[in-house]
């Protein structure tokens, strides 16, 4: 049996988190939080060790940061089975949305129910198709938006830098909403440098991307996490209203990391309210409250 590549660490109290240097606006919103609860099937060998994680600690750091709303994304760690973030969605009700896996083969009457139940969009693991041609990704990625169209929701690419870097001309083209995480996941050591940065601002700025602001620490690597602050700027300079923050909590696999100095980062990257107010509430609101 393989053991999991990284054990996780215990849940900071949430009382501990640095609070929010800026005012952070009614409605604000948190895309992008994960929940681990007891009671729950989980893949066969998953990636970590079972976090810290639960929806009680959660609920704890949003008072802390004034987080109003949130939206609950299934980890890889229960694959496509979405039990606890429906019961999740169930137990937030209005203040909260989902964003779930799914299989290609997944009945329509199942995904009108998850819409029902607060679901908005549907998480593609393109880290597990990463070894596979680029042309075989973007007919997935065809097949699954025709599938989501019909209910209004959008994709969620969790995808490492070069499966994205390679994606970016047909993103350009697809006629389907659709939201890169962490920033576009192009770490510089991995050989990411200016170039590939500037066609992923260009794609933000003219195609049906939403990029989400999340996993900055993941994005620097070993660097320090001010690494990231020139592309947090750059983002926000080309399409703040095209962009969503989101914790990322519970920072797997490290439960000590500070959310609050994440949340602080928009202080630095949008100072201007208007655009903390683009990414907090507004880009929120048409991606996951309209309906």
Not at 145 to 170: C, E, K, M, N, T
Not at 258 to 283: F, H, K, Q, Y
């Amino acid at each position: 049996m393989d053991l999991p590549f990284a054990v996780t660490t215990p849940m900071r109290d949430a009382d501990t988190n640095t609070r929010a240097v800026f005012a952070v606006p009614p409605g604000a919103c948190d895309t992008h939080f994960h929940v681990f609860e007891p009671g729950y099937e989980h893949v066969p060998n998953p990636q970590y060790t079972f976090p810290d994680g639960t929806l009680d600690q959660y609920l704890a750091l949003t008072e802390v940061l004034g987080i109003d709303r949130m939206v609950i994304v299934q980890p890889t760690y229960y694959g496509e089975d979405n039990s606890l973030t429906l019961d999740v969605l169930e137990r937030l009700g209005k203040r909260a949305r989902g964003v779930v896996r799914v299989a290609e083969d997944v009945d329509p009457a199942l995904l009108a129910e998850f819409d029902r139940r607060g679901v908005r969009a549907v998480r593609l693991d393109l880290f597990a198709r990463k070894s596979e041609p680029i042309a075989a990704i973007e007919n997935y990625i065809t097949r699954m938006a025709s599938l989501v169209a019909p209910l209004g929701w959008h994709l969620q690419f969790y995808s490492p830098g070069s499966v994205i870097r390679d994606l970016i001309p047909f993103l350009s083209r697809l006629d389907a909403r659709f939201v890169i995480d962490h920033m576009g996941y192009m770490k510089a050591s991995d050989g990411f440098g200016g170039a590939d940065v500037e066609r992923l601002l260009t794609l933000l700025q003219t195609g049906n991307c939403w990029i989400k602001l999340t996993g900055p620490y993941r994005v620097a690597g070993d660097a320090p996490m001010s690494a990231v602050d020139p592309l947090g700027r750059a983002l926000v300079a080309t399409r703040a209203d095209r962009l969503l923050w989101g914790s990322d909590w519970p920072h797997l696999p490290d439960g000590q990391r500070d959310t609050g100095e994440l949340l602080n980062l928009l202080a630095a990257w949008a100072p201007d309210p208007a655009d903390r107010e683009s990414i907090l509430v507004t880009s929120p609101d048409t991606l996951f409250f309209a309906h």
